[in-house]
């Protein structure tokens, strides 16, 4: 049942996928890197085995995580003392109860619901037996599920869930491996590899 669910959720990466799959795959290093484009910029860079949070009450603040290649990252927004902040883990496989203990955390530190969630996560391609089309799902959905679980309590709105299954080998390039989170242009976005995957007014409650 797993399974079917994830099959279902569509992959905001997909598209993408589409361009990426007519160009040949190459470990060349960009002129500037990622990780030195954002630090210009003035994005709060999480590691990899940490969370971190930031109030995003103005344009043009970020908060980002990277190299994933096989971890997993969880990027979440949600409402404390009347402002905005945006929040991003990044843990490896071996530390997953680590991963959900944090996330349990910061669901307690935030004043309101967690209004939406971002998982990202090593994926795999399945192919429907019916319709012979393939999809990207998670390989380990029951971890997504729990994670998932961490962002509400039993009397909550559940948050909007977005799931994003990601290609492993892919993450040496630039922008591949990547989630973000931050303000521009009176706008609330998350990111995911480059990709705009949730916009929002930063005044919509």
Same mark, same amino acid.
């Given at each position: 049942?797993?399974?079917?669910? *994830?099959?279902? #959720?569509?992959?905001?990466?997909?598209?993408?996928?589409?361009?990426?799959?007519? +160009?040949?795959?190459?470990?060349?290093? !960009?002129?500037?890197?990622?990780?030195?484009? @954002?630090?210009?910029?003035? +994005?709060?860079?999480?590691?990899?085995? %940490?969370?971190?949070?930031?109030?995003?009450?103005? =344009?043009?603040?970020?908060?980002?995580? /990277?190299?994933?290649?096989?971890? +997993?990252?969880?990027?979440?927004? !949600?409402?404390?003392?009347?402002?905005?902040?945006?929040?991003?883990?990044? /843990?490896?496989?071996?530390?997953?109860? @680590?991963?959900?203990? !944090?996330?349990?955390?910061?669901?307690?530190?935030?004043?309101?619901?967690?209004?939406?969630?971002?998982?990202?996560?090593?994926?795999?391609?399945?192919?429907?037996?019916? #319709?012979?089309?393939? #999809?990207?799902?998670?390989?380990?959905?029951?971890?997504? =599920?729990?994670?998932?679980?961490?962002? +509400?309590?039993?009397?909550?709105? &559940?948050?909007?869930?977005? *799931?994003?299954? /990601?290609?492993?080998?892919?993450?040496?390039?630039?922008?591949?491996?990547? &989630?973000?989170?931050?303000?521009? %242009?009176?706008?609330?976005?998350?990111?995911?590899?480059?990709? $705009?995957?949730?916009?929002? $007014?930063?005044? =919509?409650?």
């Amino acid at each position: 049942m797993e399974e079917e669910k *994830n099959s279902s #959720t569509p992959n905001p990466l997909f598209k993408k996928w589409g361009i990426l799959s007519k +160009t040949p795959f190459s470990r060349e290093t !960009a002129s500037l890197s990622w990780v030195d484009a @954002e630090k210009r910029r003035g +994005t709060e860079l999480v590691l990899i085995g %940490n969370n971190s949070q930031i109030v995003l009450d103005a =344009d043009d603040k970020r908060i980002a995580t /990277y190299g994933l290649g096989g971890c +997993t990252a969880v990027c979440a927004l !949600a409402k404390k003392d009347g402002n905005w902040v945006g929040y991003i883990q990044h /843990y490896p496989p071996r530390r997953r109860e @680590e991963s959900m203990k !944090a996330l349990e955390h910061f669901r307690n530190s935030v004043s309101g619901d967690i209004q939406t969630v971002a998982i990202m996560s090593p994926g795999e391609w399945v192919e429907d037996d019916q #319709t012979g089309k393939w #999809t990207m799902v998670f390989k380990d959905s029951g971890l997504a =599920d729990k994670l998932a679980g961490c962002c +509400t309590k039993d009397d909550e709105k &559940l948050p909007q869930i977005i *799931n994003v299954p /990601y290609l492993e080998f892919m993450s040496g390039k630039y922008e591949e491996g990547t &989630l973000a989170a931050g303000t521009s %242009n009176g706008e609330l976005y998350i990111e995911a590899e480059g990709i $705009p995957i949730m916009r929002k $007014p930063i005044n =919509d409650d």
